[in-house]
């Protein structure tokens, strides 16, 4: 067995020994089995002489591997219980005719799908051709090379030019159908839900200007996004050329669209310039949520930068109150030693992160300063990996005319100190007003002494983001009883609300209020849909209401199995069935 990599804690592979430069991936997937077999041709360059290349595998079934000059060739096949892929059958899709397959190979789950130095510090290039059913379409991170026809099989064919990390490696095989949204946008998902996307999705192209604005040129060719079967574990997923995204954004009013402005970001932080080991996650998120929220301030003005800046704050307060203040892995840089990424990740290195570099800009001369910084980091790193260290130095030496400026950023109290940002930034509340006033009116209403003076005009001067927001502001406060929380659905509607932010923080609240009605409506969202966000935090809340316990683990282990690996993991935790 060989030793953990000295790189990377979350990797045996070492890279700067014997390196991959290049994949290519020769595949069949096979429906029946529930397996994708073929081989993987690896070109790798040696860096220091006289040592073996070593590869992450998981659960994978090698049967043979064979080396001429600087190609490596290895036949395997994954497992039916491949942490990264999730298997649908025909009853399980939108449509009950054909099968499904889907991947998600952050943080490290690709190698579990391929044999390869599954650490972000690599970056290969790929091609593959993949065989699947006739019938069924096959997507991947990458550019469609055309398909030919079979005799029981259609073959896709795929290149990516841009090297990417193994955990950008992404493939979907379904009945699928696409529209096209802008000229290098495409919406692709089972035709059941694509017009849907399409409206949806709509404004895909004027975002891709945006971040261009922001960021520069992007470098990928085809922007697609896939809209997943509902039990997609996350938001969305910045695969290279095509974002896979949750069916739970589709709210019908486009008011979840910035989850798209996010993974677009990616285009530019994370996916040209990435993290070199999970540790400094921050460097992926915290920079995308920067940037996303530059791109809001294009779309809809500084007020709601500003705004969404609020929300993830709370967020942030949120996560840190559920991890605990003093909880190691709500450091900024955390040690991941023995710890599986799936077990650390939450709203930190996002919100933490987006906090170091909102406070860096106001710190520096704000935006006029910064935002050619950010273009110039940007460039600078373009196609590499990085840690914080190196994004620090390149900080100090872009900004060397205002070192003493910079010398009071305590970076090693940013990197370690557990719990909340060491720095409170001033944002402009402007668009909370209205949302901290509604929510004080509820906390503060005494229905002994007070009639009921709620009504449904209460929310109408109200956007859906600024619901979300009141109903968060809610969350923070003590409990609401279940009088309240009935009174509030006679006069809101809250339960017909489509949204799902605001579905999910409404039952978190009933829940909360231990309002027995809303029971029913919590369990079927937390198995019609498998988005961890919104599933955890609710499995969560029915462990803590005691009498309801039994009933949030009988339907985890009821659904365990339509649940993706990684869900279904992280919810075990959750519900105290695992350590
Ligand atoms: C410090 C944390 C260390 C490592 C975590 C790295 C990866 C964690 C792994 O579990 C994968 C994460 C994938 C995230 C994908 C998309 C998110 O941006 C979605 C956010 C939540 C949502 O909107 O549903
Ligand atoms: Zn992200």
Redo the contacts with the bound molecule.
């Keep these: 067995m060989p030793e953990i990599s000295p790189m990377d804690p979350n990797s045996y592979s070492r890279p700067d020994q014997v390196v991959v430069k290049e994949l290519h991936l020769d595949w069949q997937v096979d429906f029946t089995r529930q397996v994708v077999a073929g081989f993987v041709l690896l070109t790798v360059e040696c860096v220091q002489e006289g040592h073996d290349l070593i590869l992450d595998t998981r659960d994978l079934v090698i049967k043979k591997s064979g080396k001429k000059t600087w190609k490596i060739k290895v036949n395997y096949e994954t497992s039916p219980t491949c942490s990264a892929l999730q298997w649908l059958s025909p009853e399980q899709t939108a449509g009950k005719r054909h099968p499904y397959v889907f991947s ?1 190979c ?2 490290i789950h690709c190698r579990s799908l391929v044999p390869c130095q599954d650490t972000p510090a690599v970056k290969v290039k790929y091609t593959a051709e993949v065989r699947a059913p006739q019938g069924l379409t096959v997507l991947m991170s990458a550019l469609r090379e055309g398909q030919q026809e079979g005799e029981a099989h259609t073959t896709f064919k795929f290149s990516q030019p841009v090297p990417i990390p193994a955990y950008l490696l992404a493939v979907a095989v379904g009945d699928l159908e696409s529209r096209e949204v802008g000229p290098r946008s495409l919406v692709w998902s089972e035709k059941e839900f694509v017009d849907q996307a399409a409206h949806e999705f709509a404004e895909t192209e004027v975002m891709l200007k945006a971040a261009e604005e922001v960021c520069g040129p992007y470098v990928w060719g085809q922007y697609d996004l896939l809209i997943l079967p509902p039990s997609f574990p ?5 695969n290279p050329c095509l974002t896979f995204v ?1 069916p739970t954004l589709l709210a019908g009013d486009r008011s979840l669209a910035d ?1 798209v402005i ?1 993974e677009i970001s990616h285009s530019w932080t994370g996916n040209l310039v990435t993290n070199s080991q ?2 400094h ?2 460097l992926n ?1 915290g920079f995308t949520m920067f940037v996303e929220r530059k791109i809001i301030s294009r779309l809809s003005g500084e007020e709601a930068r500003h705004f969404s800046a609020i929300g993830g704050w709370k967020d942030l307060a949120d996560c840190i109150r559920t991890r605990g203040e003093t909880d190691p ?1 709500t450091q900024l840089v ?1 040690d ?1 030693n023995g710890i599986d ?2 077990d ?3 709203t ?3 919100e933490k992160g987006h906090t170091l570099l909102w406070h860096l800009e106001t710190l520096l001369g704000g935006p006029a300063q910064f935002e050619p910084f950010l273009k110039a980091y940007l460039d600078k790193f373009k196609y590499s990996s990085l840690k914080s260290g190196q994004f620090v130095e390149f900080l100090q030496e872009y900004f060397k005319g205002q070192a003493e400026v910079l010398q009071q950023v305590d970076w090693q109290a940013w990197w370690t100190t557990p719990g909340m940002p060491i720095v409170t930034p001033k944002f402009n509340d402007a668009l909370a007003i209205p949302c901290t006033a509604l929510a004080r009116r509820w906390v503060e209403w005494d229905p002994i002494t007070t009639k009921n003076p709620f009504t449904k005009e209460d929310l109408q001067a109200l956007s859906p983001i600024q619901v979300r927001a009141f109903l968060a502001l809610l969350l923070e406060e003590a409990p609401l009883t279940s009088e309240k929380v009935c009174h509030m659905e006679e006069a809101y509607g809250m339960s017909s609300r489509l949204n799902s932010e605001i579905r999910f923080r409404w039952l978190r609240l009933c829940l909360r209020a231990k309002w027995d009605e809303c029971v029913d409506a919590a369990l079927q969202f937390i198995t019609e849909q498998g ?3 919104f599933v955890r935090p609710i499995y969560r809340d029915l462990y803590a209401w005691e009498e309801m316990r039994p009933r949030a683990v009988a339907t985890f282990e009821k659904n365990r199995s339509a649940m993706m690996h ?1 869900a279904a993991y992280v919810v075990a935790k959750d519900l105290h069935l695992r350590e």
């Design positions: 998600q952050q943080a996350y938001g969305g997923m910045e949750t989850v996010h999970w540790e996650f921050w998120e892995l955390p991941l990424p799936d650390a990740f939450s930190v290195p996002y988005r961890m966000k990684v």
